[in-house]
Structure formats: C-alpha cells, structure tokens
C-alpha cells in the first residue's frame, strides 16, 4: 500500500515563503510523475504544478515565477516552494504522484495541507 503525506502549510503574511513538502512511502517501486494541486474553499482543485517523469515542469499561469516543483527521487519526496505568496493562494494543497508498487502503478493523492495567506 502507499502513502503520501504533505506538511509544510501554515499561516504566512502576503509576500511570505513556505515550502510543502510531500513523502511517499509504502510498498513503493518507483515514483514517476508528481504534482501539486489546490482548492480553495468554493472552488473546484485546481493544478498548480507538475513533474514529468522525465523532468518537464508545468505551471498554473497564477503561480508562474512564484512557485518551484522539484522532488528528491532517492528519498521519494517531492517539495513546492511557494515565494511572494498572496492571499489568494489560500488553499488546501494535494499531493498526486504516479507510483509503482512492482506489479502496477496508479494515482495517489495525499490528505491535503492548509495553506492561509493572510495578514
């Protein structure tokens, strides 16, 4: 069975920084592609930012030049640093990753972190 927990939300002020972190564990082969997702309250989730398997990096045009995807392929973690953060980046932050357990892979997702922009 695999997991994936995010951490790293929180209250910041606008024009703060946070980096969410995101670790796979479990029965895990491999862990090809990630991404970042978000829902604000409302709204439906929306991508934020993705990780090919190969390296190729997609961005939600509201995030452009703010936020960075990147991942640590040894430890199974992903990560999205998040800089001059506004108030509308108010959201629950997901975690999705295509993983392999040696007999398939499939989609998971995290349980979500807060994040609350806000002065």
């Known amino acids: 069975q695999v997991q994936l927990v995010e951490s790293g939300g929180g209250l910041v002020q606008p024009g703060g920084s946070l980096t969410l972190s995101c670790a796979a564990s479990?029965?895990?082969?491999?862990?090809?592609?990630m991404a970042w997702y978000r829902q604000a309250p409302g709204n439906q989730r929306e991508l934020v930012a993705s990780?090919?398997?190969?390296?190729?990096?997609n961005y939600a045009d509201s995030v452009k030049g703010r936020f960075t995807i990147s991942r640590d392929y040894a430890k199974n973690m992903g990560y999205l640093q998040m800089n001059n953060l506004k108030p509308e980046d108010t959201a629950v932050y997901y975690c999705?990753?295509?993983?392999?357990?040696?007999?398939?892979?499939?989609?998971?997702w995290g349980q979500g972190t807060l994040v609350t922009v806000s002065s």
């Open positions: 999705n990753a295509e993983v392999s357990d040696y007999l398939s892979s499939d989609f998971y």
């Open positions: 479990g029965n895990i082969f491999s862990v090809y592609a």
């Open positions: 990780l090919s398997a190969s390296g190729s990096t």
